[in-house]
């Protein structure tokens, strides 16, 4: 399965959040779409909608189990996608910035 690590991802990066929602609301990587896997199926539309261009798929949880069964699924689909090693736990303890809705300091359940 394709995957990347925290550290190779640029800020501009597509980012997909697949954690639920009490997750997404305790903290979550600024920009990213979140789209919970429970809802992925039925609300697929909308990444298919956010997706940049010939643009490739970050998919992030918590720790990388989620987020691989979404990547290939998505690779399956056709979709550049990979998974990203670690998830949001990898994200926060390499200093990147983890926000609530708000915009304040957020932290990862």
Not at 9 to 33: C, P
Not at 66 to 89: C, E, K
Request: glycine share 12%.
């Amino acid at each position: 399965m394709p995957t990347v690590g925290v550290a190779d991802l640029k800020s501009d990066d597509f980012l997909l959040d697949v954690r639920e929602d009490d997750e997404w609301q305790a903290g979550h990587a600024e920009g990213a779409l979140h789209i919970p896997i429970s809802d992925f199926v039925a609300r697929y539309g909308e990444l298919t909608e956010a997706t940049p261009q010939d643009g490739r798929v970050h998919v992030i949880c918590r720790s990388g189990g989620r987020s691989a069964q979404v990547t290939m699924y998505l690779v399956q689909q056709g979709i550049d996608a990979v998974n990203v090693d670690g998830g949001m736990q990898v994200w926060q303890a390499a200093g990147r910035p983890v926000v609530t809705d708000g915009g304040q300091p957020g932290h990862v359940l």
